[in-house]
């Protein structure tokens, strides 16, 4: 199994942005794909990227794409998220996410494709 724990949410101004980060601390030598999540209040938690454990492919939902950017150091055990040109309607909690697999391009946007989940961190755009 793995723990996973964010950091780099705040509250930043419209416009701003942020780098959020998600340190792993692996348990076993399995490969992991990883993605991030979101979740705002009164909603369901949604897709926003994902990396592929190889690191070759990412993905996006249409309301990010072009604006952030997931990146991951497998030496360091650790994703991020490059968040630009923030805008109100990205405040939310930002969760990481993991999945267990030795396929090199795996990759979910659904929540229950992962397995492993941070507890989250908090990002409040203001205007």
């Known amino acids: 199994q793995v723990q996973l724990v964010e950091s780099g949410g705040g509250l930043v101004q419209a416009g701003g942005s942020l780098r959020l980060s998600c340190a792993a601390s692996?348990?076993?030598?399995?490969?992991?794909?990883m993605g991030w999540f979101r979740q705002a209040p009164g909603k369901e938690r949604e897709f926003v990227a994902a990396?592929?454990?190889?690191?070759?492919?990412?993905y996006y939902a249409d309301s990010v794409k072009g604006r952030f950017t997931i990146s991951r150091e497998n030496a360091k055990n650790t994703v991020y998220l490059q968040m630009n040109s923030l805008k109100p309607e990205d405040t939310a909690v930002y969760y990481c996410?993991?999945?267990?697999?030795?396929?090199?391009?795996?990759?979910?946007?659904?929540?229950?494709?992962?397995?492993?989940w941070g507890q989250g961190t908090q990002v409040t755009v203001s205007s």
């Open positions: 996410a993991a999945h267990e697999t030795y396929g090199s391009s795996w990759y979910s946007a659904a929540v229950a494709g992962y397995e492993y």
């Open positions: 692996e348990r076993t030598f399995s490969n992991y794909a």
């Open positions: 990396i592929t454990w190889s690191g070759g492919n990412t």
